[in-house]
């Protein structure tokens, strides 16, 4: 399920020893709350802060019995604190502490995704400068459309990471919330003032209004950010894959010394890396769906969406920032092949200034009915004969009414085509 080469920090953060970690800090700053306005004694809360451990096999072997992974969890805590842990868990529910350790761990899962995604702009900035005035054709359902600079699609990629960025960045800011408001969210045994300490111990804001959980509409939004990224990472590992084609091979992915393609063709050099970021990317989508089905629970919560959170968020934080770390590799060692763009731009015999020439004819006179027609007709005889598109319209005599051999060769210059390359890139990389 999850990639045997994942990046350890996020896989670290998941860990359960990291995770009872977060239990018993939510746990030691309610100590010190309720210390603060002299409900516990302020020795007891010292004696907790102290000694408050747990063991990760002896909560395991206390579940086994108890069925429940908190009981299971404060009665190891107990354990290691002594008398003094009657003081432990005071007012709250279940819920108060998983919730709100989770609300911490996803905040932090966060920081590490900002920093990938930061990153990987950082690379795909210098590529779109490095690439900038590499001329290429423009494709529109594949097949050639104008011609484009190579650049232009890093440029594409950067902004679309800009946006990927704020949407991690709210992420985050949605789901840094606490709960500590007792059994359905009234705060029966447990003032406000706690829940108010607690939150701004740990950095995180109350929850408005709760019931038992916090809610989760948070968490969907969250992965549906992680979705959003996910999915930008597949379109541009589906486009390399198109470049890599053998028909096209206008760019490849890395391939390492050593490296083989295929248990049969020695010759094989295939986009197996962006084909594993495609793939990925249906697994985080297929969990931003199953958090959107966890928002509709029970009356004030049940644990439906509990199971369900177990897996899909520590696997799509660990997946994106793999598939984040993974496409940055990809890029920073994309092999790029200019002259076969160029080569590539020759096979539609200049058809892509079809444009150009219909905008000159009707610019002339022409109806553009009558111009669409004389173009086209041109333009169909190229393709079919594989004669130069200009050829046939210089010896064309509607063409010859209206356009003269020096104006019908202006519009087969290549440079008008990319004069505001420099004002795209000063709009994205300004």
């Known amino acids: 399920m999850i990639p045997r080469y994942t990046r350890p920090v996020m896989g670290k953060l998941w860990e359960p020893e990291n995770r009872f970690q977060k239990w018993l800090d939510v746990e030691i700053a309610a100590c010190e709350a309720w210390g603060e306005i002299a409900a516990i004694p302020l020795d007891a809360v010292t004696v907790i802060k102290k000694k408050a451990k747990f063991d990760t096999r002896r909560i395991d072997d206390i579940e086994k019995v108890v069925k429940h992974d908190v009981i299971a969890f404060l009665t190891s805590v107990a354990e290691h604190v002594g008398p003094e842990a009657r003081f432990i868990h005071k007012g709250l529910t279940s819920s108060d502490i998983v919730d709100t350790a989770l609300s911490i761990l996803m905040r932090e899962a ?6 990938d995604i930061r990153e990987l702009m950082s690379v795909i900035k210098r590529q779109a400068y490095t690439y900038k005035d590499a001329v290429t054709i423009g494709r529109s359902h594949g097949v050639h459309a104008e011609p484009m600079t190579f650049g232009l699609k890093f440029a594409l990629w950067y902004e679309d990471m800009k946006r ?4 991690m960045k709210k992420a985050k800011d949605v789901i840094s919330i606490g709960k500590l408001s007792g059994a359905v969210g009234t705060f029966s045994n447990i003032p406000p003032k706690i829940e108010e300490k607690v939150c701004k111990k740990l950095g995180l804001r109350p929850e408005p209004v709760a019931t038992q959980v916090i809610q989760r509409d948070r968490h969907a939004e969250y992965l549906t950010a992680l979705a959003l990224i996910a999915a930008s990472v597949e379109k541009i590992a589906v486009e390399i894959r198109h470049l890599q084609r053998t028909e096209v091979l206008e760019a490849e992915e890395p391939f390492s010394k050593g490296q083989k393609g295929s248990s049969a063709m020695p010759h094989k ?7 594993n970021l495609s793939g990925i990317a249906r697994l985080v989508r297929s969990n931003a769906m199953a958090a959107l089905e966890n928002i509709a629970l029970w009356h004030e919560r049940d644990i439906s969406h509990s199971s369900v959170e177990r897996v899909i968020i520590p696997d799509s ?7 984040l770390d993974r496409l940055k590799g990809i890029l920073d060692g994309l092999q790029v092949y200019p002259d076969r763009m160029k080569k590539n731009m020759g096979r539609s015999f200049g058809l892509y200034n079809s444009q150009r020439v219909l905008l000159a004819l009707t610019g002339k006179g022409m109806s553009r009915e009558n111009a669409y027609e004389v173009v086209q007709r041109n333009a169909m005889k190229s393709w079919k004969s594989s ?5 046939l319209l210089s010896k064309d005599k509607d063409v010859k009414r209206y356009l003269k051999s020096k104006e019908l060769e202006q519009i087969f210059d290549l440079k008008y085509y990319l004069k505001n390359v420099d004002y795209i890139f000063k709009r994205v990389f300004k």
């Open 387 to 391: 004669i130069e598109f200009k050829a």
């Open 317 to 323: 934080t660990i997946l994106v920032d793999y598939m």
């Open 110 to 115: 966060s920081d590490i995704i900002i920093r």
């Open 269 to 275: 050099r295939n986009p197996v890396g962006c084909e």
């Open 164 to 167: 990927n960025l704020q949407r």
